[in-house]
């Protein structure tokens, strides 16, 4: 076996069951109808507001009038303040309604995140920033089911919910196992209307979470078993003819979680944290920010840049330029400050001494070069 550094990371825990077939979304009602509990009380549909207007999918979502359903605003990325609002508002529909017995988060990688995390606070109470941390959380939460509507960001199979705190302009997650989910319902067919620059970006998600894990120090034989097998997924769909075909759009469903798997034995590396920075400062979604990121890490990841290019000019999708010119010092600082905070990916890529190599003005210069 690979030699495994001091990760934290002993007894891993993945989801507890999934279904990966088109038309998957079919077997909800089941699955809800097989918790003892959901006759006696709510179940909370938390869905992408991408499908407000879907009347085909909304239709079809086993929705009861003692049920909510509640749409998440997917312009920004979720904010401990959207969180805790979200939250009221469920706690108040459970209360004019039955005692909530299930979450089903419909979506992309903000939905997703967002439905686990009213889920951790629906069962250990107190406000999200609470839980921005390393297991933090110390109940299970509200049973959950996670239908990822975008393949990437492995949202379905981690370990944590991802969020910024405006009062700390941090971005951090909740990282527990509590925060899994205990059910997927993985159907390729709800991919079909995602935007192709979007597909694209996100689906990036998949490959850069490997990269980094498989040149990091944390490893083990699974971990990077997972990571192997989800890379060479998103090669072979980022480098076919068409990226979005209906079998193209299968694998990198399955190499999202495969990847989201793999992360839960392991950390990211360097790209990450320089996505957060972006993501906090300049309010880029965590997909394109990755990918930027990547872009202008060429000294750290030169084969995977390398690739990245290769991919983007294969589907003829451009990476934003020069995104961080014009900035001036206030920015600057808090584009060191989101990057730097994340200690375990940048140890994980640079070991412990990560700051004497990531100086400040490092960090700035490779900044300006994105």
């Known amino acids: 076996m690979t030699k495994q550094l001091e990760t934290g990371i002993y007894n891993v825990r993945n989801v507890g069951r999934y279904i990966v ?26 869905v992408d507001e991408f499908f407000q207007q879907d ?7 086993p929705i009861r009038d ?31 309604n039955r005692n909530i017995e299930a979450i089903v988060g419909i979506g992309g990688g903000t939905t997703l995140d967002t439905a686990k995390a009213v889920s951790n606070l629906l069962g250990n109470g107190g406000r999200a920033e609470d839980y921005q941390g390393w297991d933090l959380l110390t109940k299970p939460g509200v049973y959950k089911v996670g239908v990822p509507t975008i393949s990437g960001t492995g949202a379905e199979a981690t370990r944590t919910c991802v969020m910024t705190s405006k009062k700390t302009g941090l971005k951090l997650g909740m990282n527990s196992d ?42 083990n034989s699974i971990g990077d078993a997972l990571s192997e097998k989800s890379l060479k997924l998103c090669q072979d769909v980022f480098m076919s003819d068409d990226m979005m075909t209906e079998e193209c759009r299968a694998k990198l469903m399955v190499a999202s979680y495969l990847g989201g798997c793999a992360i839960a034995t392991s950390y990211v590396g360097i790209v990450h944290p320089f996505s957060a920075g972006l993501s906090v400062v300049l309010g880029l979604h965590h997909g394109v920010a990755n990918c930027i990121a990547l872009n202008g ?3 750290f990841y030169g084969a995977a840049q390398e690739e990245l290019v290769a991919m983007t000019e294969k589907q003829n999708v451009v990476i934003p330029q020069s995104v961080c010119s014009g900035l001036g010092g206030d920015d600057l600082d808090r584009l060191y ?34």
């Open 297 to 299: 890490l060429k000294n």
């Open 178 to 219: 509590f925060s899994l989910y205990d059910q997927l319902l993985l159907d390729p067919t709800l991919t079909k209307t995602v935007p192709r620059e979007q597909y694209f970006f996100t689906g990036m998600d998949a490959y850069i979470h490997c990269a980094e894990s498989l040149t990091g120090s944390y490893r």
């Open 66 to 96: 003692v049920d909510s359903i509640f749409f998440v605003p997917t312009k920004d990325e979720p904010t401990t303040e959207y969180i805790n609002a979200l939250y009221s508002e469920v706690v108040s529909a459970g209360r004019r």
């Open 21 to 46: 077939q088109e038309n998957a979304l079919d077997f909800l009602p089941q699955i809800l109808e097989s918790r003892p509990d959901i006759n006696i009380g709510s179940a909370i549909f938390i």
């Open 337 to 370: 400050d989101a990057t730097i905070i994340h200690e375990k990916p940048l140890i994980n890529a640079l070991g412990s001494d990560f700051r004497d190599i990531l100086t400040r003005d490092r960090v700035i210069n490779l900044f300006s070069q994105m």
């Open 55 to 61: 009347t085909d999918l909304v239709g079809r979502l």
